[in-house]
């Protein structure tokens, strides 16, 4: 009897642990995540090395602009047109240089795969894209015009173009 006992409370534990379980309900719930992916951007330029300056013929020379970006960021690339000028001695002369004997202005012409636009001294220019990640690049020309080579000093002139990318 005591076997039967032993047998009977086993069994009673065992139905009452798997019971419970028979009856166990379950919920769920939802985290809700978010974030930002901030695009950057860059932009640098090959120089525009004009060489000699003919004084009776236009002197034209390229340079290669590359804005690399974020994947998907739209950008901006804007030339200043007042810093399309060529110094005596150097871009760091750009204060003391007299207009007529040691500035040289320039217009910048950029040409894209589809279009161009003119930066004159004193007005302004851009190049817009939308990144696929990679390096995008646009062909910068300046050509001097003879006329702006003749009443200035003769030496050796430097400027500093000014780019900037928007985004």
Request: positive net charge; proline residues 3%.
């Amino acid at each position: 009897m005591n076997k039967l006992k032993k047998l009977l409370l086993i069994s009673s534990a065992l139905l009452l642990s798997t019971a419970n379980n028979t009856f166990a309900e379950t919920a769920t719930g939802t985290i809700t995540t978010s974030g930002t992916v901030t695009g950057t951007c860059a932009v640098s330029a090959t120089p525009l090395a004009f060489g000699t300056l003919s004084q009776t013929a236009p002197t034209s020379t390229t340079s290669t602009v590359t804005a690399t970006c974020s994947s998907g960021t739209v950008w901006t690339v804007t030339n200043a047109g007042s810093t399309n000028k060529l110094y005596l001695g150097g871009a760091g002369n750009a204060l003391t240089a007299n207009a007529t004997t040691g500035t040289i202005s320039y217009p910048i012409t950029v040409t894209t795969g589809g279009g161009s636009f003119v930066s004159s001294p004193g007005a302004g220019g851009s190049i817009t894209g939308t990144s696929a990640g990679t390096a995008q690049t646009a062909s910068l020309t300046g050509t001097v015009a003879y006329a702006n080579v003749t009443p200035v000093t003769a030496g050796t002139y430097g400027g500093t173009v000014t780019l900037t990318i928007t985004y």
